[in-house]
């Protein structure tokens, strides 16, 4: 079967670096996005990697190995607001979205 | 700005009762898409459309139904409610050139509770 993994939940400082590891097992493999999800609102676009390597966007970057499986989203300088889920999703080879279930991220000051 | 409205962001409906839940998109999109968000799970796709009166099968499209008469609406319905759709709804759009990185506009949500 089709698989994303994401830890649940992660806690990390005001002004830290956090990552936000996800792996995956699909059936095929056409891009991975990261959304980011506020409380109680819409889910909002971050970043789509279909390359490995780095993809850096301000504060946020994400990285992508195809070969492992595996991407994780980088968050420098947290801030309050970054306080949110993030949201792991793979295309599939039927150009499917498959998404994981999100990390629940603390910021703390 | 894009947008993505739903109707209701918050419902309290019976078991048995008729849903419908609609969302509007001011983006010209082709792509519509309705899925339920529950704890501890990734989003689930209940329907999506690509074109107005087209309408696919999603991973759970049981006990739900969709319209599309126009473009830029795109409804669900629960024809019968059971307390186990009690969840939250997330309507998304998306452009059909799009469909390689496929980013998608979503609405705020609609909060279902059958009791």
């Known amino acids: 079967g089709q698989n994303i993994d994401q830890p649940t939940e992660m806690t990390a400082t005001e002004g830290a670096i956090v990552q936000i590891n996800c792996t995956y097992q699909?059936?095929?493999?056409?891009?991975l996005f990261w959304y980011q999800q506020h409380a109680g609102e819409a889910p909002t676009f971050l970043s789509y990697?279909?390359l490995d390597g780095l993809e850096e966007k301000g504060r946020f970057s994400s990285f992508l190995s195809r070969s492992k499986g595996y991407s994780y989203l980088l968050l420098k300088e947290l801030q309050m607001k970054d306080s949110a889920s993030y949201l792991c999703?793979?295309?599939?080879?039927?150009?499917?979205?498959?998404w994981g279930a999100g990390t629940k991220l603390i910021i703390k000051p | 700005d894009v947008k993505v409205t739903q109707s209701s962001r918050y419902l309290v409906k019976r078991t048995g009762e008729k849903v419908f839940l609609e969302c509007v998109q001011d983006m010209d999109h082709e792509n519509m898409f309705w899925y339920r968000q529950d704890p501890g799970l990734g989003l689930r796709l209940i329907y999506f459309s690509y074109d107005v009166k087209m309408k696919e099968k999603g991973d759970i499209p049981e006990g739900y139904s969709v319209s599309r008469e126009k473009k830029e609406r795109f409804s669900l319905i629960l024809e019968s409610a059971s307390t186990n759709q009690t969840s939250m709804y997330l309507c998304?759009?998306?452009?059909?050139?799009?469909?390689?990185?496929?980013?998608?506009?979503f609405g705020e949500g609609s909060r279902l509770t059958v009791l």
């Open positions: 699909t059936s095929g493999f056409n891009g």
């Open positions: 998304a759009s998306s452009l059909l050139t799009d469909r390689t990185t496929g980013e998608l506009f």
């Open positions: 999703a793979v295309i599939d080879s039927n150009y499917q979205l498959i």
């Open positions: 990697n279909v």
